[in-house]
């Protein structure tokens, strides 16, 4: 029913003058819990259906283009969303860049691991469960562990169906589950919170709910006694947790609108080395398991991977159809859309290949440093690629973890910290679409007292 939905809806576009159209039909189903002590706070049940059009029609200096969608998927509902957006598009301004892709549509369906049916069939109750267990283990781990945040646990399947009026139609299904747990400590009248999360295409690929809520516990009772440091120009250990933070401020400055809009400070320099050799960044829509997997893009182009950076060069910008001919290049299979809007470029499964060290062989290394465990704010402006986060962790003295500390900020320009990365660990955690290995930067500021 939901691809004949989408060819009914093209079919209608063309009928009522389009010359080009897609639509986009998505379905979810989602879970979630939250569990604090032992009180269950939330319960949520979900389940969403939206269809989405986007219809072009002709101008003479280009394609003029609107989107409208509907989550009433009745024939008489879908007939009129699709009269009304062609008659929108006739009222929008031309542009010689709109369009459908020219072609080289997804012609394969690959296995991806993006759920396991059998996971459809848990109950609520089980996740309600994995919640209880992972406040219990947090609270167990040390009697300084006194109050939570809480522990939620969520579940979410999708089915998404694209087609378009170059005969392109096709849909998959995807599932991703979750796992958070936030507690909070106190000693000596101060309170400290930190947090672990776990996530997975399937229930299987999940931390067990004990392993969350105890690595949450132990990352908080460790911030306990923070302090603060005296100004200093110091090598920052990144953590792979906040390692990704830094990955993701990169992702934003290689994708196409920023890149046309110039508010990018990349722009123009493709070819160009922007980091040492040891760096390499992949961005791979087609990875096993991914978080950001899919089988196509939000235009129907097939995905794939990408390498953005090669060994310090940038060799990649990564783009849907629009953002390609307005830089006069090929897309790339990162076309992303909602139902609700039109295409835009971003990435997939983007990460920093990893390195050789291992986290405690970088702190070793490391006479007198910050490891930087924990990131707050958005302080990035990606026009100047200028960075200035709060900010704690732990004092490195001698090649060892000397004190917890906090009200910090650590502050350079993203350009120069790619360039400046001296050590790269080997643990990747993969926490979401973007993933990192532990870095080290030789030199940040970091402002204290």
Known sequence: MSAAVVRDALARAKERGACAADAVLAESEARETRVRIDEIEVVKQERSRTLGVRAFVRAPNGLRVAVGSTTDLAPATVARLVDDTVELAHATAPDPDAGLPAGGFAADAPALGLLDPADRAVPLEARI??????????????????????????SSFAHVVLGNSEGFLGEYESASHGLFTMPIAAENGAMQTDYWLSFGRTLAALEDPATVGRRAAERTIRRLGSRRVKTARVPVVFEAITARSLLGHLASCVVGSSLYRKASFLAGRLGERIAGDAITIIDDGRRPGGL????????GLPTRRNVVVDRGVLKSW??????ARKLGLAPTGNA?????????SSTTNFWLEPGTSSLAEMIAGTERGLL?????????DPVTGDFSRGAAG?????????????EITIAGNLGEMLASIDAIGREVEWLG?????????????????
Do not use: K
């Open 336 to 344: 992303a859309r909602s139902p609700g809007g039109g295409p835009g």
């Open 318 to 323: 990564l783009l849907d159809s629009y953002a």
């Open 433 to 449: 679409g973007v993933a990192s290995p532990p870095i080290r930067i030789s030199a940040l500021t970091v402002a204290g007292e």
């Open 129 to 154: 469960a994995d919640a209880r267990r992972a406040e219990a283990a947090a609270r167990g781990v040390d009697a300084r562990v006194t109050n939570s945040s809480g522990s939620e646990a969520s």
């Open 394 to 406: 732990l004092w490195i003295e001698d090649g060892r973890i000397a004190f917890p500390v906090d």
């Open 372 to 380: 930087c465990t924990y990131l707050f704010g958005h302080g990035f």
């Open 292 to 299: 950001a997997s899919r089988p196509f893009d939000g235009e």
